[in-house]
C-alpha cells in the first residue's frame, strides 16, 4: 500500500498544469496494477476476518462489499465538485492507507466489528483510486522495451 501512495504522489507531483496529460505512463499503470493488487488483498483479508469471527456467510460478506462499493460511489460524488485526477488519488491512497493500519491495529480489540468497517473503508477508497486512474491509464499506451 505504501507503494500505492508512493506513486499517487508521484503523479501528483507531475500534473503540474492540472490537466492530466503529461503523467508518466509507467507511473498511472503502477498506480492501476498495485490499487488492483491491494484491493483483492483487502478483499480477502475481510473474507478470512469473516470467517474467523464466524461470519463467513457468502449473505454476510455481500452486504459489506455492497457497502463499500455504495461508499466508493458516495466518494467519487463528492469528489466531483473537486479537482479530478492525481489530486483525488492521493487524497483517496492516504485514506486507504490509513484505514488498513486502523484495521490491522483494531486486530487486538475485543470487538471484529471495528476491523470490518475499516476493511470496507478501505475498500471503498482503494475502488476510488481504481476507478480515477483507469481513464488515466487507458489513454497511454503501454511502453515498450527496447530491443537488444
Known amino acids: 500500500m505504501p507503494d500505492v501512495f508512493l506513486y499517487c504522489h508521484l503523479l501528483e507531483a507531475c500534473d503540474l ?3 492530466s496529460e503529461r503523467l508518466p505512463a509507467p507511473a498511472v499503470a ?4 498495485l490499487a488492483g493488487a491491494v484491493l483483492r488483498l483487502a478483499h480477502r483479508a475481510l473474507e478470512s476476518h469473516l470467517l474467523a469471527a464466524g461470519d463467513a456467510s457468502r449473505y454476510e460478506t455481500t452486504i ?3 457497502h463499500a462499493c455504495t461508499r ?3 466518494l467519487l460524488d463528492d469528489s466531483a465538485a473537486k479537482p479530478e485526477g492525481p489530486a483525488v488519488l492521493l487524497e483517496q491512497a492516504h485514506f486507504a492507507l490509513w484505514a488498513l493500519g486502523e ?4 486486530t487486538a480489540e475485543p470487538n471484529p466489528a471495528v476491523v470490518c468497517e475499516r476493511l470496507v473503508d478501505a475498500i471503498a477508497r482503494l475502488l476510488v483510486v481504481f476507478i480515477v486512474v483507469s481513464p488515466l491509464s ?6 515498450q522495451l527496447a530491443e537488444a
Open 103 to 106: 484495521a490491522a491495529a483494531a
Open 138 to 143: 487507458a489513454d497511454r499506451p503501454a511502453p
Open 72 to 74: 466508493a460511489a458516495a
Open 17 to 19: 498544469d492540472g490537466s
Open 30 to 33: 503502477r498506480v492501476r496494477v
Open 64 to 66: 459489506r462489499l455492497t
